[in-house]
């Protein structure tokens, strides 16, 4: 399959430009390799990875033929909660719980599991097996909504968009005590954990990453629900973030607490509200989801006093 684009920045790098169309489709040194092996032109002509653009050159890329092993994902019959769905696009939203795409200890039961065995057109997707129509994910204890694309086009446009971040994202959590402003703004970078590979963390070399809170309500325990919006999408980013500044998000073992009194299967984090651009007609899509009945639950314990 070939791909084509025309790049929009001025002085960005070939290679970093690629990554941002292509997603996830392959690793940074896979795309590196693809330049230097000359299936990726600008304006016709193979080039360097490191090459800076100008801006309006014309971007080819010749991609490989998926694995042998690429059709291992096997098609489930999952219900679904599809909110929205057409030619293009589902929109779903997501219980806590479910794993988004298959890995190691998790190759059945997943939100792409489900995909396959709802829009079977899937399977014919050239895009790794495991994160067919993925374009962003919720942790497995995260619930709420999530976008997922059903052609080849409606994945790098929405690629390209939250990229760009013009995609609207916006959650629900409670945290275990009150932040000490209403409003707040959270901008600190992220990366692994040198120390524990499987957490993020706060640290100068990281990537850049930006999050806003405003308070909701406050419990009267001392713990609060707030509204966040991702302004960037790097993993764990809500959960690092508001431990960061220490509100950690109740029920988050890695992060927070670990001896969970209130929360002991899974973490108070909801997404709660997502806008994009359709990636066909773009118009200006938006979907709400409420807040599911188990962390309904958990506030009303709160309002109580119990």
């Known amino acids: 399959m070939q791909i084509e684009f025309t790049a929009d920045g001025d002085g ?26 000359g299936a990726v032109t600008v304006d016709g002509v193979a080039v360097k990875p490191g090459v800076k653009l100008k801006g309006g050159e014309r971007i080819t890329i010749e991609m490989p033929d ?57 399977a014919n997707m050239n895009y790794t097996a495991k994160r067919r129509g993925i374009v962003h994910r919720l942790d497995k204890d ?28 916006i959650y629900l959590t409670l945290v275990e005590q009150t932040p000490k402003t209403n409003v707040g703004r959270i901008d600190a970078p992220l990366t692994r954990d040198p120390d524990y590979r499987r957490k993020m963390a706060v640290r100068r070399e990281g990537r850049p990453a930006v999050t806003e809170f405003t308070l909701i309500e406050q419990l009267p325990d001392g713990r609060a629900l707030l509204r966040v919006k991702l302004l960037t999408g790097r993993t764990h980013q809500i959960r690092v973030h508001l431990a960061f500044i220490g509100t950690p998000v109740v029920g988050d073992r890695l992060y927070g607490l670990r001896k969970q009194r209130l929360m002991r299967d899974g973490q108070f ?12 007609s773009g118009e200006r899509l938006c979907f ?13 314990r709160l309002r109580r006093g119990s």
Do not use: W
């Open 269 to 280: 984090l909801h997404a709660a509200e997502l806008c994009f651009d359709h990636p066909r």
């Open 12 to 37: 960005e790098r070939l290679d970093k430009l690629i990554v941002t169309e292509v997603g996830e489709q392959l690793t940074r040194s896979q795309i590196q390799a693809l330049i230097r092996e």
């Open 66 to 122: 998926p694995p042998a092993d690429d059709t291992t994902v096997a098609p489930e019959a999952i219900q679904l909660n599809v909110v929205y769905e057409d030619d293009d696009i589902a929109v779903i939203d997501k219980p806590a719980g479910m794993v988004v795409h298959p890995g190691a200890g998790n190759e059945t039961g997943t939100l792409v599991n489900g995909l396959l065995g709802r829009y079977p057109q899937l």
């Open 288 to 300: 709400e989801s409420p807040l599911p009945p188990r962390l309904e639950a958990v506030l009303e």
């Open 142 to 169: 995260t619930s709420g909504l999530i976008v997922t694309a059903l052609t080849g086009e409606a994945l790098h446009n929405l690629m390209r968009q939250f990229q760009a971040r013009t995609v609207d994202k």
